[in-house]
């Protein structure tokens, strides 16, 4: 079993940047992938962002170039800076990773970009 553990969202202006950070518990290395989901209510879960433990990335385009997902392997954390914020941004954030072909989730972190 792997829990995650996100946190760090909360209320932001256009255009304004936030960090949200997930703690893993045990080890990154057991965890290849982690990344990011958001989902906004009536949507599906949509991908925002992953990184392996070779620290190759993978974005949504409707991100690129606004958000970078960054891994602390020895801390079991991954961390997810948004910046340019806008309000389609506003969701609840979910941190994912997969380990032994298992999906692990953690509870959500709720966004809001208004002004």
């Known amino acids: 079993q792997v829990q995650l553990v996100e946190s760090g969202g909360g209320l932001v202006q256009p255009g304004g940047s936030l960090r949200l950070s997930c703690e893993a518990s045990?080890?990154?290395?057991?965890?290849?992938?982690m990344g990011w989901y958001r989902q906004v209510p009536g949507k599906q879960r949509e991908m925002v962002a992953s990184?392996?433990?070779?620290?190759?990335?993978n974005y949504a385009d409707s991100v690129k170039g606004r958000f970078t997902i960054s891994r602390e392997i020895f801390t079991n954390k991954v961390s997810l800076q948004m910046n340019s914020l806008n309000s389609e941004d506003t969701a609840v954030y979910y941190c994912h990773g997969t380990s032994g072909g298992t999906d692990y989730w953690g509870k959500g972190t709720l966004v809001t970009v208004s002004s």
């Open positions: 045990r080890s990154s290395f057991s965890i290849p992938t």
């Open positions: 990184i392996t433990n070779f620290g190759d990335t």
